[in-house]
């Protein structure tokens, strides 16, 4: 069986140079990036937050996903997810490193001295994708997540009203393991249809993470459906205000979601716009948006699919 882990690259500029964390294991005599194998039925979003915590010290959110990278150790094939993850000085000051046996010393590198101080040469990949971001301006970053509610009553068994039908007990467990993974990507509001499933689905996260939710008429389906011009318009001061957030909503509202989305996307990423109107219940996008410095024009530097665990 796989080994699956999960880890960043943590990074910020000083004076205007790009560094970033490599952590120190004395065990393995070795530098390399903080990450950690999966603990049971852990989303790997959720587990790249825990062991950046627990290995540097570090409260962070995730950016783009920089790369899923393959190897070997001991015969067993291991996978190990990265993403980027800004520090700021608000984070720094919080910092509550402990050496322990894990991890014994990490410092602050520049691209060039961590290249030559990295122990592995598998763990410049995702250095290298971290480069070729900030190289573009493209690598501070924003997240918009576009949630379908979770799994929710058939339609044919339910006779009140599309606005009531509610979660199934499945629904309801996915809702619940939904609050950690939204949490990685740092939202720091919640919009969703006033419809009961979609409420009901962002409900948790909200209430742990003490988050804003908001209900607008403009999500439901019928409120899409009769007026398109007022959910473009919501999307559009969501996407301009300069804050990350969640959208829930339902599947046949997407549509109308993406076309406003369209004129943040460039070619590469328009066909993975088109994929949203598919999401399984449960399931979400995180669309990483950056401020271009050369144009000053709001894009989608990349989207990214984040799946529930569990279906049944």
């Known amino acids: 069986m796989a080994i699956v882990a999960a880890g960043a690259i943590p990074w910020r500029k000083v004076d205007g140079e790009l560094k970033v964390l490599l952590i120190h294991r004395d065990r393995y005599d070795d530098w390399s990036w903080p990450k950690g194998k999966l603990d049971k039925n852990e989303h790997v979003c959720a587990a790249a937050i825990r062991e950046i915590k627990e290995e540097t010290g570090l ?15 001991d015969k067993v094939k291991k996978y190990v997810h990265y993403w980027a993850a800004e520090v700021t000085n608000q984070m720094l000051r919080a910092q509550k490193f402990v050496p ?3 991890v014994g010393r990490l410092d602050w590198f520049s691209v060039k001295e961590a290249k030559k101080k990295l122990s ?18 493209l690598l501070k970053t924003r997240s918009m997540i576009v949630l379908r509610h979770a799994k929710a009553t058939p339609r044919d068994e339910w006779d009140k009203g599309e606005a009531s039908r509610p979660l199934l007990p499945i629904g309801t467990v996915q809702a619940s393991q ?15 249809s006033r419809w009961k499933r979609c ?7 909200a209430a742990k993470y003490r988050v804003s939710l908001l209900e607008r008429s403009q999500l439901s389906e ?20 300069g804050q990350s957030f969640v959208i829930c909503s339902h599947r046949p509202t997407f549509p109308t979601i993406v076309e406003a989305l369209v004129s943040y996307a460039d070619k590469g990423t328009r066909k993975q716009l088109a ?13 990483h948006i950056a401020e271009k410095a050369a144009k000053s024009k709001t894009r989608i530097v990349s989207i990214e699919l984040v799946e529930q665990l569990n279906r049944d």
């Not at 409260?59 to 150790?73: C, F, N, P, T």
């Not at 592995?120 to 301006?137: F, I, M, N, R, T």
């Not at 019928?222 to 205000?241: D, F, I, S, W």
């Not at 994929?275 to 669309?287: A, C, K, N």
């Open 275 to 287: 994929e949203i109107t598919s999401l399984r219940p449960g399931d979400f996008y995180v669309l």
């Open 59 to 73: 409260k962070v959110h995730l950016g783009v996903k920089l790369s899923v990278i393959e190897y070997r150790v």
């Open 120 to 137: 592995y040469k598998h763990d410049l990949e995702p250095l290298e994708k971290l480069v070729e971001l900030d190289d573009a301006g």
């Open 178 to 192: 939904l609050t950690h993974v939204l949490a990685a990507f740092g939202p720091k509001q919640v919009i969703s």
């Open 222 to 241: 019928l409120g899409a459906k009769n007026g398109p011009q007022r959910t473009h318009k919501l999307v559009h001061k969501l996407v301009e205000r």
């Open 199 to 205: 409420k009901d689905t962002v409900a948790p996260f």
């Open 100 to 102: 322990d046996e894990e």
